[in-house]
């Protein structure tokens, strides 16, 4: 599609979160009607609507914003995302964003429509308001069945938090929902559960790079002019280990790069993203970027300098981040991931969800009687 949309919608100015009819017509099932809009060319036709809808919601989630979305699109996409709109009685209820694609099952390749593939989307939800019908998520997939202008098998969606919207309606629903992982995040509420071990480890290095190397201090960037120095030094510091080595850091992605560039602009001129510097003295010794969504921080890189790897610098800088909760700094702070070491401080737990349904499609057909059968996957 090169992003180009198939249909042009336009928000109307007299009715807040409507959408007007474009060259693509409106399939209606039920109480809901379901139009399709593609790319970013597609995400500016119905931004007015979508950030409707993320006022009205009362937890922000910086994943449903329609900005992520958009820099998603024009930085690091290289196929546009498919947003289905669903609307009730002319009012925008919710936009689910997904990706079209081919994936092998064995001898069988199925068409699918899945949560959106990227190297910076870690969480995915829909988009909606307080008042979405329970009845929506039974009505898309009817409404996706009957299509003729998308085709598709498998409908396949991850990395959904079980405390977000779409995790609700699929349960309302009375569908399934599977367990793929998890997200750990503190709060201010639970912070005496945090390990006291780890946080008495943090201190010791604290103690011994002050000795080393002087004062341990972390120097947080907020304004846009701060925000890209201090990116520059966080991208030396992921560099400087095993990422460096493998090529897998973000120095050597130059779409990623570009991203989270842009991302810092974005976010930075609106005062919500922030990026945290440790140094040791005159070294600075780790880095943390992150986005601060009312009163949540939400951690999207984390980098060290390997060097100095002895004084555990992403220990220290993780035990002051996460105790920002303890002073009032953060109601919470989210890892957005789970890493393996962040078990140690022995945070709560979102578990992660996957969800799964199959149009009745030949190809989908054969695919569940040859699963059955021989177990291919």
Known sequence: MSGIIWAILSVTSSQEGAVKKGTLPIMTT????????WGAEGLLTIREAWEHLTDANPVRRFFTDWAWYYLLETQLNERPFLYIVCSQQNQIRAILPLEQ????????ELKALRTPKSAALNLYDIVTDTATDPSLINELLHSLSLSAKVSWDLLDLELIPASGD???LIGNAGLTLDRMG?????ESQSIHTLSKKQLRNAERLKRKATEDFGPVRIEQATTPAELDQAYN?????????WKGERGTAIIHDVSLNNFY????SEYGTANTAAIHILYFGTHPVAGELMLRIENSLQILKIGFDDTFRAYGPGTILMSETLQSCATGEAENVHLVTAPSWAERWHLQEDPVMTFHNYNKTTRSLLFRAAKRAAKII
């Open 30 to 37: 039920g109480n809901f009607s379901f139009q399709y809009v």
């Open 101 to 108: 694609t081919q994936q092998k099952r064995g001898p069988i």
């Open 166 to 168: 779409l995790a609700s």
């Open 182 to 186: 998890a997200s750990y995040y503190a």
């Open 233 to 241: 030094l966080l991208l030396d510091l992921e560099s400087s280990g």
């Open 261 to 264: 560039r842009a991302l810092l």
